[in-house]
């Protein structure tokens, strides 16, 4: 098991219990019966704006960040900051957009922001390059380099920004907000334990559903279009030649094209799967032709440390155990 990654992750999960809480604690005490009254009135209206700046979270941005609500934050640099990264995150069916509000940073300096269109994570993005309908070069975009562009939008339910600022007292600040996205492809799970439907129709791409807690995970349904028992001819496991098929992969880094195949299933099929998988990361994804309306219906949750010894006891090496 990879040291760092843990870290990160358990670094992620309490940022964003700490997140949850100030978003609460906005809600009970930062408004005010004014702004009560603006948001009345704006229903009223039957049609809501954006959030209305009076009402807006605001907060600094911190070197190493993790963003899950919307909101306006700042980052001031107090000395040279060198290597950051803030990483937002949204709910499935969500995508984030990032939007520039007032910069003064020195570019020609080597000061940089760089907001990517996905996660990175000791260099591994997610999502991975072959399941993402951008080439990896326009995922990037910096912001010296992009100078009209004030405003991206993420593929996907995560985003981060990556910014290096040489200058004492130089910053900035963004806008980050979340927009209902009605066909999620790409998907990390923004909590350890839920249940999905990913849906392809009729469209020839990729997507992968990824869980980063080892987790118990059962997939209750799945339907790819209207071949049944594709697979049943088949000697060798697997399921590539298949064209469609679901396939459950695990490992320890979050580009799910170096994760391991723990299972494929390539036939239409009614029926609990279950499994328990003590890997960091677990991937569900769907590989689709374009030729149909691809379906796959999951829940999962968390693996206790007690489950989690008993499968590591079990196993003969050290890749993530299952059971
Ligand atoms: C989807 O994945 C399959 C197998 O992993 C690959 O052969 C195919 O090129 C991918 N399709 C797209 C559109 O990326």
New binding site residues.
């Given amino acids: 098991m990879e040291r760092t990654f843990r870290e990160q992750l358990f670094l992620l999960v309490l940022c964003l219990s700490v997140l949850k809480g100030d978003a609460r604690y906005v809600e009970n005490n930062e408004i005010s019966q004014d702004d009560l009254y603006t948001v009345f009135n704006l229903d009223l209206k039957r049609e809501m704006p954006d959030i209305p700046t009076e009402l807006i979270y605001r907060r600094s941005l911190r070197c190493l960040d993790m963003i899950a609500v919307e909101g306006q934050f700042t980052f001031t640099a107090e000395r040279p900051q060198l290597n950051c990264a803030a990483f937002f995150m949204a709910e499935p069916n969500e995508v984030i957009s990032v939007e520039y509000d007032h910069v003064d940073i020195d570019c020609s300096g080597g000061d940089f922001i760089t907001v990517f269109d996905g996660w990175v994570m000791k260099g591994e993005k997610f999502p991975s390059s072959?399941?993402h309908a951008l080439p990896l070069f326009e995922r990037y975009v910096d912001y010296c380099d992009s100078g009209s562009r004030k405003t991206l939008r993420s593929s996907q339910n995560v985003a981060m920004l990556f910014f290096r600022i040489h200058n004492t007292g130089s910053s900035f600040t963004v806008t980050i907000r979340k927009h209902i996205n009605p066909f999620p492809c790409n998907v990390i799970s923004h909590s350890p334990e839920g249940s999905y439907t990913m849906v392809i129709p009729l469209q020839?791409?990729?997507c992968s559903f990824s869980i980063i807690y080892p987790v118990e995970i059962k997939i209750s349904e799945f339907s790819l279009g209207p071949y049944l028992f594709v697979c049943e001819q088949r000697t060798s496991p697997g399921c590539?030649d298949a064209g469609d098929f679901v396939e459950l992969l695990g490992g320890n880094t979050i580009d799910s094209s170096k994760l391991l195949p723990i299972t494929d299933l390539c036939m239409s099929f009614t029926g609990p799967t279950q499994m328990k998988i003590g890997c960091e990361n677990i991937v569900v994804?769907m590989?689709?032709s374009g030729r149909f309306i691809n379906r796959v219906s999951f829940s999962y949750r968390l693996l206790n440390s007690q489950e989690l010894q008993i499968l590591k006891l079990n196993s003969i090496d050290d890749f993530c155990s299952t059971k």
Avoid: C, E, G
Wanted: net charge positive; no cysteine.
């Fill in positions: 072959l399941d020839q791409k990729n590539a994804r590989v689709s």
